[in-house]
C-alpha cells in the first residue's frame, strides 16, 4: 500500500484529484487562476514528493495549502490541507476546465466514527455540464449507513460485476479504486511515480482552525508520523 488514499500517510492524502496535463502547465494555469481572483500565493521550491506531501500539514479549516507533484507520464496530482485529508471538490476541477482537460477524484477514507467512503469522478470536456462529469462511481458511509450510487456511462475498465455485491462497501474498495486508477494511466498507489512537488501557500488574514499531523494520527489510532531518519527504514519505504 503506498501513501495516499488512506494508505500509509493517512489521513494525509485520502482524497486526491488528478489532472490530465503536465505539472508544469497545471501550476501556471493554477497561479494564473488564484492570482485573477486577487489572492496572494506563495510557491514553495521542489521537494522530493513525501516532504511536500507532509508539508502540507497542520490541517487547517478554511485550507490555505495546495500540493502539486507529477505522477505518472501525463497526470498532475493534487492534494490540500483541509481537515479531515482535504477537500476533494476544491480548485484542480476548475484547473482541469480551464485548461479544457480531464479530471479525475480520487477518494478513500477508512472508516472513521461512522463515516467511510471509496469514490471514483471521472471529468472532462465531453462530460456534462456544468461540472463536466462523464462517470462517478460511489460507496459511502454515512452514520454507519452505506450508500450506493453509479452515474454517467460505464468505462471500459470497470468491472460491473462487482456492484453486484449484497454489501455496498464490498461493490468498490481501494483495491478496485487502485485499478481503474491504473487503467487511467494513474499509477496512484507507487510512491515513485510521483516526482517533486510544490506546495501554493495562499496568505490570508483570518484565524482557521489547524489540526497537526500528529494529532489527527492519535486520534485515529495511528503511530506518530515518523522521522526522515526512521522512515527510511520502515518495510513500506524499502
Known sequence: MGLLLGGVANPLGRGV??????FDATL?????????????VRVSKPRAFEEALVALTPFEAPWTRELLAPCGDRWTAYLNNF????????????????LGVRHVVADHSPKDRGMAATQLWLSGPEGEPPLMYIRTVASVC??????????????PFE??????????RERF???????????LGIPADDDDAY???????EVVPWRRRTVPLDEARRELGLEPWPQP??????PWRR
Open 229 to 234: 531518519q526512521a522512515r527510511r527504514r520502515l
Open 142 to 155: 454515512e452514520d454507519g449507513r452505506w450508500a450506493w450510487d453509479a452515474r454517467g456511462e460505464v468505462q
Open 159 to 168: 468491472r460491473t460485476e462487482r456492484y453486484e455485491a449484497r454489501l455496498v
Open 28 to 40: 501556471a494555469e493554477l497561479l494564473r487562476w488564484r492570482r485573477g481572483l486577487g489572492k496572494t
Open 195 to 201: 516526482g517533486p512537488g510544490v506546495v501554493v501557500t
Open 17 to 22: 484529484q488528478y489532472v490530465e496535463a503536465p
Open 83 to 98: 481537515v479531515n485529508g482535504g477537500d476533494i471538490t476544491a480548485s484542480a476541477i476548475v484547473v482541469a476546465m480551464r
Open 173 to 183: 474498495d481501494r483495491p478496485l479504486l487502485v485499478e481503474y486508477l491504473a487503467a
